[in-house]
């Protein structure tokens, strides 16, 4: 695609040979002849002078030797432009011959079912979505448009999906949810976990991630959430829109997740708590109380993350502190030698 | 079901009218009419004014403008209440015509084995258990009876699985534990990982949870024990009986895992160790020494969690300390010189 | 096989009867009569005394009862003893009646593939690899020679994968890694992830790990490097030769980790950062910056471990230096007292 034609694609301002034929996207260092980049972070600025790159995409102001598409939102229009290069992957509609689908499911024309997907009795699948081989769709489970189900998910029983959902491979929706009561003899009974899992518009689940489903009520994630691979959601958790979730969070039972939260990777969150909307918890931390709007929580057990900083700070310093405690000991001790030969305690 | 009806199957005290239609079993909050809800925790006590359930399973004392379902354990018959409501997702016996069933496999008659299952050479499926679509059970695997196997499961070969075993969705049992030894060139040599997985009577594993084989021995999970979702049970782990783990936890090779055992979210345990009966690791905590029975442990290193709760309550106020201690210095130094103008340290 | 063999199969020192017949490789405690085991950690030397083993492989010098096969490389030898015992699992060649290979997909002659293994348009499997049930390998994947790949595994479109690749079950190569663009209403619009991901030669992934593909550029595993279970790998992430990573680890996006790294279980390690060749992050630590070669890092954030093994010393004492600290404020308190009466602070 000749650049000149990106540009307009892309709403930028086209800086240089608009003739230059583009056939990749790549990155700023990795580019060469032909590649289009892009720079979207001020630290790889200097990389500008240095990459090989045909044209790159940038914000006004940076001098640039390659060709430029400028953008107030490089990141934005590099989005765009991956989507544009990006090869198409969806397979034709229609139902592979080894796929197993219930003689009662609802199935769109325009779907597209892979070998060995297994589509229970009940379940409706909507027009667009793609389900790719290996995937189980259970029993009354009912699944929007355009979703796209990669290889070897489950997708149980009558779980809800809406539409534009992506769910990479592995994930499972609507497990049971780990509930137990403990009987006098030490051993457990299971609470059946029969209630409602719903995943509304525009999520995408990563890879082997699970959602669990509880005994009562529902567990919700909301529309235009994006959660990345191996995240535990459990029963009856309330995830807000547009929350992001970074890889290996877990997030206990009953906890109520407000719109845009973000969750570094492997954050904790725990049972029946309430963060509350746009708070951020740093990786790693071990959320134990409910955090307010806003808030940024860090550490274990999880606190504002400025004193966290500060006490982290002191930490990696403890040593040398209780140095000068002792040493204040021996000084006191003697300070209090000389005016009383006894040295006796005087608290 | 009438409530009368409800009362008597779930052994309670009817306080109340026993005609009330009740039709599905729900939360406190979210219940209305036709719904019985439950109360087990008191901090949701004050909830019971405002329900709008038609009825609640609680224990004697608190007053509830609702009808009620008196008895001393209200969780236990709120898991009996929901079971007798719980949808019944048992499909039927007999093998789906699309499953690959190897003509040596020892089949109970009463068993249920879905679409696109491979059940390998000299395994054996008792009666009761049922396979979901998709599931994998290696050669010479041996499953006891009503279990259930969950879509996605592999099973792997020679892996031994008891009675009433529920295996969520996309849980690997007996795959190759993490064994190798380092050649002196760097590079690593698999140690083969052949011998014995046991997963025994009761046990339910969580959705994406992993099970490994070891290389000798036997890495074995105890009657009764429930585990939840992405746990990692390493190679030649034991896990005792009744033991509860949460999700994401993580347990290295060869330890030994006493009974009633409690481990919460993330945390991680070190190889070789001994955990003691009944002892309870903290969430995120990081278990890397052996731990008494009966102890409760947290943070990493995981102590003993009083003590460790007493020194995180100090962490917090490590800049307040740190500012005192240079208080005290100044102070310290400020006396010294009025004794000694040269402030020499007299340590 | 005879003991006499055995050692000159395995290159070892025989001392005692080699007409021993031994039947089986075990662990020192669980051995008996006709099992070999073996000694590698001095750890257990006692329990030589003990051992009801037939025969034992350990280095020269410890005093043994039993028959023992000298060797200066215990747990080598036993690798390979091991080796000499474990079934045969592989299952003969040939592709399943019920596998779906596409028409145009290359496979060699002398490759099995299981049933409900999905082979999209394009791929290409070399000679002697072995595809396990319900595996599905995407359009254009290339998977190399004499690989395992277990049942339920998601290789996905134009992955390419070595020679002697193992991937244990559940594993998921080549999913969308987490990219998305925040649009100015805070929903997020999701950067297509349709670059390299590449496996090479003698890698080995844990069950259930997860290998993300990158926007632009690859992520790529080098060779020798064995992964374990439930690890993520972010998209455009490089991890070089003979690397270790223990279960649960959680590696950010676009990270470039060195020649025979290793990390314990559960670390985590941020974005965009540099780990030196040779480094050890310590389990659960938490790796905010890039590490120095060769360096040995604990923590969160991880620090230095000797650096952070001093501090965490001084953590558990806490409570006591606070002690001291309000101690010596009183002594100070009243030598300053004894000059002043006022007590002003003179800081």
Redesign the interface.
Known sequence: MKLSELAERLGCRLEGDGDIEIVR???I??AGPGDL?FLANSKYEKLLASTRAAAVILKEGPVCAAACLRTP?P??A??AA??L???D?RPPDGV?P?A?VAADARLDAHVSV???V?IGPGAAVGAGTVI?????I??GAIIGRDCVI?????I???VVIGDRV?L???V?VG??G????R?AD???????Q?AAVIIED?V?L???T?V?RP???ETRIRR?T?I???V?I?H?VSVG??V?M???V?V?GSTDIG??VVFG??V?V?GHLTIGRGAVAV??S?V?NSVDPGAMVS???A?DSR?WR??????????E??R??E??????A???G??DDEGAD??
Chains 1, 2, 3 share one sequence.
């Open positions: 996207i790549a990155g260092k990795e980049t939102q990141y934005l590099f989005a991956v989507r290069f990006a090869p992957s592979h080894l197993a892979g070998a060995f297994w790719h081989p290996n995937a189980t259970g029993e990669h290889s070897n998910v489950s149980r029983e009558r992506i990479q491979n592995g499972v497990g049971d780990y509930g137990f009561v009987r030490g051993t457990h009974e299971k609470i059946p029969t525009d995408e990563g890879a082997n699970t669990d005994a009562v009520g235009g994006k990345d691979n191996l535990m459990a009856g829109r547009n992001l970074a890889a290996q877990g206990a719109d845009e990777g492997q904790g725990g990786g790693q071990g134990t550490g274990y057990p606190i004193e500060r006490s982290s700070a002191v930490f990696r310093r403890l040593p502190l209780k000068r405690i040493e204040l000991e021996a000084k006191v003697a300070l209090m000389d005016e005087i608290t």
